[in-house]
């Protein structure tokens, strides 16, 4: 069993989307399980789950016991809530605060490995405390930029971040880049790409179209055939990925 974080210290990059479609189309072959670290709840509202979830990522930090919500074939949600802001600073009192989700996975480990293949967690832009949690544990982490000079600063700090967890906790925890919304028509997007092709983590980048700023996975969408050719694109990114993963 793999598992991926997706974060960056920058809003809006896209890290949801990312998540949301990469498991979408990693679940076709594997099993996955899906966690919303994020209090604004994004990527389980993407679902269809707003309120009345039992349990989720609160219970699961704060009692160590979530029963995830399957939300398609191979697919199973820990979904997110909105008092995770909350949860933060209870956790943040808690003695070795940054291993309660390694200790929770390390609990049920037999179960989870029966279960699923791949574990994919999607994080706020922050480096806080459920952040670190999913960085230590993670095999790799995602890191997404958008066309912004700031977005390459962002990715930069998430490289130290995951350096400095690396050491602390004596972890291996390796990198991607995926650069999102690239229109190549556009002098910030070229630039962007211009500067992450030298980085070792570069992966690839996801192009800025509206199917990509659906509620839905481009997988749950009918498609033109030009749509088609930019699902490829993506998948083509996912399976980069996939690769990395598998040579961790
Ligand atoms: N490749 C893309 N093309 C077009 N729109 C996109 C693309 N990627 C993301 N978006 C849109 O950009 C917005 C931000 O994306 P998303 O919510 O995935 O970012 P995020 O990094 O998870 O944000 P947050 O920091 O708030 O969690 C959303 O409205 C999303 O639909
Ligand atoms: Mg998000």
């Given at each position: 069993?793999?598992?991926?974080?997706?974060?960056?210290?920058?809003?809006?990059?896209?890290?949801?989307?990312?998540?949301?479609?990469?498991?979408?189309?990693?679940?076709?072959?594997?099993?996955?399980?899906?966690?919303?670290?994020?209090?604004?709840?994004?990527?389980?509202?993407?679902?269809?789950?707003?309120?009345?979830?039992?349990?989720?990522?609160?219970?699961?930090?704060?009692?160590?016991?979530?029963?995830?919500?399957?939300?398609?074939?191979?697919?199973?949600?820990?979904?997110?809530?909105?008092?995770?802001?909350?949860?933060?600073?209870?956790?943040?009192?808690?003695?070795?605060?940054?291993?309660?989700?390694?200790?929770?996975?390390?609990?049920?480990?037999?179960?989870?490995?029966?279960?699923?293949?791949?574990?994919?967690?999607?994080?706020?832009?922050?480096?806080?405390?459920l952040t670190e949690n999913a960085i230590i544990v993670s095999d790799l982490v995602v890191g997404?930029?958008?066309?912004?000079?700031?977005?390459?600063?962002?990715?930069?700090?998430?490289?130290?971040?995951?350096?400095?967890?690396?050491?602390?906790?004596?972890?291996?925890?390796?990198?991607?880049?995926?650069?999102?919304?690239?229109?190549?028509?556009?002098?910030?997007?070229?630039?962007?790409?211009?500067?992450?092709?030298?980085?070792?983590?570069?992966?690839?980048?996801?192009?800025?179209?509206?199917?990509?700023?659906d509620e839905r996975s481009i997988y749950d969408q009918q498609l033109t055939r030009e749509q088609?050719?930019?699902?490829?694109?993506?998948?083509?990114?996912?399976?980069?990925?996939?690769?990395?993963?598998?040579?961790?």
């Amino acid at each position: 069993m793999k598992i991926i974080t997706i974060n960056v210290n920058k809003g809006g990059a896209g890290k949801t989307t990312f998540a949301h479609n990469f498991a979408e189309w990693l679940r076709k072959k594997e099993r996955v399980l899906l966690l919303d670290f994020d209090d604004s709840v994004n990527l389980t509202h993407r679902y269809g789950y707003f309120s009345d979830i039992k349990t989720t990522v609160v219970s699961l930090f704060s009692e160590g016991v979530v029963e995830p919500i399957q939300v398609a074939e191979r697919l199973d949600l820990i979904a997110g809530h909105k008092n995770v802001e909350l949860l933060k600073e209870k956790v943040n009192m808690k003695r070795r605060r940054e291993e309660l989700f390694g200790k929770w996975l390390a609990e049920n480990q037999k179960e989870l490995e029966s279960k699923y293949d791949y574990i994919i967690i999607d994080t706020e832009n922050d480096e806080g405390i459920l952040t670190e949690n999913a960085i230590i544990v993670s095999d790799l982490v995602v890191g997404i930029a958008e066309a912004s000079k700031d977005s390459v600063v962002a990715l930069s700090s998430l490289r130290e971040f995951v350096n400095d967890l690396n050491h602390d906790f004596e972890e291996n925890t390796q990198l991607a880049f995926v650069a999102n919304k690239i229109n190549l028509t556009e002098a910030a997007s070229k630039e962007l790409l211009e500067v992450l092709k030298d980085y070792p983590e570069y992966s690839g980048y996801l192009p800025r179209r509206t199917i990509l700023a659906d509620e839905r996975s481009i997988y749950d969408q009918q498609l033109t055939r030009e749509q088609d050719k930019i699902k490829r694109q993506v998948s083509h990114v996912f399976a980069k990925i996939l690769a990395k993963v598998a040579a961790v």
